[in-house]
């Protein structure tokens, strides 16, 4: 069980970490948060641009410096108060800004009459090395459903609106990963435009949480067509996810019923047989954003930075939530974990910090990772109950190979009776759904070129003989895969074909 947030921020008051970071740029929730907790100390504020405030009115006390301001809590053994310092993440490279606030965070440790904590609050979190291990980082939690469902009922009663309970239960869910301005902007926008809050405003709600992804650049949202339709063969896959899918689509109802959240999946195997694919056909079925991560865009020059990257990124897909979240060939984003050298050591903690997020996520962020090579994934990324399911897909067989041949005629209007599908299957043992839309295209492009009428069965038959299928080019690495996957427990994508 979790435990609330003022209570955690009181424990670490009570246990004298010094140095408290809140990474966030709601200033006035945590100002609410710390003014619940705080009984007895004084809190002075200081905020860059603007000096030592007021902590209540916000209204400029002195001109004081960063220095200056600091420099008062460094002069006396027997003091008790609360330090705010808001926005000064541009002073943490300042020699005597550290060693200022180092001060008084030994004293606040070992003297017995000292009792100052450091509250620094600001958009972005910059960690000196100096202080790294003064510095306790405490991340202001976003409401949580009752809460938002609280926002929603407040904001109806002060403009005299009556809400459906339905909405309210989906606007409560689409809005959680904002904050309470977050929400309220919305609300607002929402009622502005209609004069009322309707179903119809959830695209609002996804059209601002475009707008998170487009304005940090660490995620990409990404446009798709592809339906489970779109895929030819995996049945035991499709079947599964349409399982999901009508979870994600009831989430208030299932979480109400007890059914758990769905964190995510992984889909191993053969290059070029649908797992890309599967991803934005699960997005679509889902009816829900698709984000894709690339984790190399998250590794930053600074100590860190990449970590806190990788922090962000994950805050802003739980603020897009539900979504899926797609990271694609994800060994090589973790490849390395466990080495030593500064940059296995910085991948390694990022691995880390993914894996504890998606063990203990309540969230409703679905993680598709896909990858053509599990062998170069550490052990402890494959253990249950970091993703749902791990599936194996396979060359396509038999029956999926049919399918994906008609399908990328019908795709094409190019498929008629006449074009044997038991000869064309006899040629394309081997082949990936990819190597088999390739063959297809290719024969189209000639048929066009040479102004047929109708692909016939021949014409296809010439372009499988003139192409190298994935099995035969890629046979090492798919040797390799395939002694992995006997050591590790993963479910078959495809149904076992009929001999």
């Not at 041949?405 to 044997?420: F, P």
């Not at 427990?489 to 495809?494: C, G, M, Q």
Request: charged share 30%; aromatic share 10%; hydrophobic share 40%.
């Amino acid at each position: 069980m979790k435990i609330p947030a003022i209570n955690k921020l009181a424990s670490y008051i009570e246990a004298l970490r010094p140095i408290i970071y809140i990474p966030t740029f709601d200033f006035n929730a945590f100002d609410k948060l710390i003014s619940q907790i705080n009984q007895n100390s004084k809190i002075y504020e200081f905020n860059d641009g603007l000096g030592y405030v007021n902590f209540k009115t916000k209204l400029p006390e002195t001109s004081y410096s960063i220095e200056q301001f600091l420099s008062l809590f460094t002069a006396s053994n027997k003091q008790s108060a609360l330090l705010v310092l808001k926005d000064i993440h541009h002073h943490l490279n300042n020699p005597k800004v550290i060693s200022l606030l180092k001060t008084i965070a030994l004293k606040n440790i070992y003297d017995e009459d000292y009792f100052v904590t450091i509250f620094i609050v600001s958009t972005k979190l910059v960690i000196p090395v100096e202080l790294e291990k003064l510095i306790t980082v405490f991340d202001t939690p976003m409401p949580e459903k009752q809460e938002i469902t609280k926002f929603i009922q407040n904001f109806a009663n002060d403009n005299e609106l009556e809400i459906e309970t339905s909405v309210v239960d989906e606007l409560s869910l689409y809005l959680k990963g904002f904050s309470e301005f977050e929400i309220t902007q919305i609300l607002n926008l929402a009622y502005q435009s209609s004069g009322a809050i309707e179903r119809k405003d959830l695209k609002l709600v996804l059209e601002e949480k475009e707008q998170i992804i487009k304005k940090t650049g660490m995620l990409e949202i990404l446009n798709y067509k592809e339906t489970i339709n779109d895929i030819g063969g995996l049945e035991i896959l499709k079947k599964w996810l349409s399982n999901k899918g009508e979870v994600f689509k009831r989430l208030d109802e299932a979480t109400k019923y007890g059914v758990d959240i769905p964190k995510g999946i992984m889909i191993v195997g053969m290059p070029g047989c649908g797992k890309s694919l599967t991803a934005k056909a699960t997005a679509n079925l889902f009816d829900v954003p698709l984000l894709r991560l690339d984790v190399g865009k998250l590794m930053g020059k600074y100590v860190g930075e990449s970590e806190e990257n990788m922090r962000r990124a994950i805050k802003i897909a739980e603020a897009i939530s539900p979504c899926v979240l797609w990271i694609d060939e994800i060994e090589k984003a973790f490849s390395g974990v466990g080495d030593s050298g500064g940059s296995h050591e910085v991948t390694t903690r990022l691995f880390g910090y993914f894996l504890t997020w998606i063990q203990e996520k309540e969230n409703s962020v679905f993680v598709v990772a896909t990858s053509n090579d599990i062998s170069k994934l550490p052990a402890e990324f494959l253990r249950k109950g970091r993703f749902d399911e791990i599936f194996f897909v396979d060359f396509p067989n038999d029956e999926e190979r049919r399918k994906i041949i008609e399908l990328h005629l019908k795709k094409r209007k190019k498929w008629h009776k006449d074009i044997d599908t038991i000869k064309l299957l006899k040629e394309t043992k081997g082949y990936s759904g990819a190597d088999i839309e390739a063959v297809i295209k290719e024969t189209i492009e000639k048929g066009f070129l040479s102004a047929k009428k109708q692909i016939t069965t021949d014409d296809i038959f010439t372009e499988i003989k003139d192409t190298k299928p994935m099995s035969v080019s890629l046979k090492d690495k798919i040797d390799s895969l395939s002694e992995t996957l006997k050591k590790i427990d993963v479910k078959k994508a495809s149904k076992e074909e009929v001999k």
